[in-house]
């Protein structure tokens, strides 16, 4: 916890996956599975050397599917309709989030480095679609996926969104440096302690980074707790 606040927030920005349902239903593990497949299929490689290329791009790039654009000529088209054919059925109506949400002051909105179909699934599985305003996708980020600078800046200038009276909710430590440096109060959600997930060791670092200004487990319990 650092010294931001909520008080002067008009603009709550969240993520997708693995931030508005709870990291152990591994819904993201089916989309990783589908990447490594695309990438197989794509270079022709074995499933082994298709995960040594995915996780490398993935570091480098910013997403996978960012590498495969610029080094092997994928169209972004193809690639997202690929990995997005995944099975939402863990997901369930989410009624408590969508209350905490509902009372949030001003505009709630999500980035994300998914497609805006993939969040419409996600959305309607949760319940949650009439709560938010916008969904700034990979689409409308041109293909250049957080953490990179000039994605941010795209969002903030689309959508009026003033940084210094916004808060931005993520997964992923890395993902909130850019949104810190420009003003706005972050806030990393992390696992469930008592739950077992799919991560990477790098994935759950950061919780204690200088532009990490809040932790949480519990995504509706620290929403309702700033309500009240």
């Known amino acids: 916890m650092s ?28 989309v990783d599975a589908r990447i490594g497949e695309f990438v197989s299929r794509w270079l022709r490689v074995t499933a082994e050397e298709a995960r ?6 993935y570091h480098r790039f910013g997403t996978t599917m960012r590498g495969m654009m610029t080094l ?21 109506p989410d009624p408590a989030l969508g209350e905490v949400l509902a009372s949030l002051p001003g505009r709630r909105l999500i980035l994300t480095n998914g497609s805006c179909d ?8 949760l319940g949650l679609a009439s709560h938010f ?6 689409l409308a980020a041109d293909f250049e996926p957080k953490p990179a600078a000039q994605t941010y800046r795209k969002f903030l200038a689309d959508h009026d969104v003033d940084p210094r009276r916004a808060a931005m909710f993520e997964d992923l430590a890395r993902n909130l440096v850019i949104p810190h440096e420009v003003g ?12 077992e997930v799919v991560r990477e060791e790098w994935e759950m670092e950061g919780r204690d980074a200088a532009h990490v200004d809040y932790v949480t487990s519990e995504l509706t319990r620290f929403l309702a707790r700033l309500i009240r």
């Open 3 to 30: 010294g931001r606040d909520f008080s002067a927030v008009d603009t709550w920005v969240f993520d997708l996956d693995n931030t508005l349902y709870p990291h152990h239903l591994n819904l993201w593990q089916q």
């Open 133 to 138: 305003e916008g969904v700034f996708d990979i």
């Open 118 to 125: 993939h969040a419409a699934a996600v959305l309607a599985r």
């Open 184 to 195: 706005m109060t972050t806030v990393l959600v992390v696992p469930d302690a008592g739950r």
């Open 52 to 57: 040594r290329i995915q996780k490398d791009y």
């Open 72 to 92: 092997h000529g994928v169209e972004p088209a193809e690639f997202l309709a690929y990995v997005h054919q995944i099975d939402h059925s863990p997901l369930e």
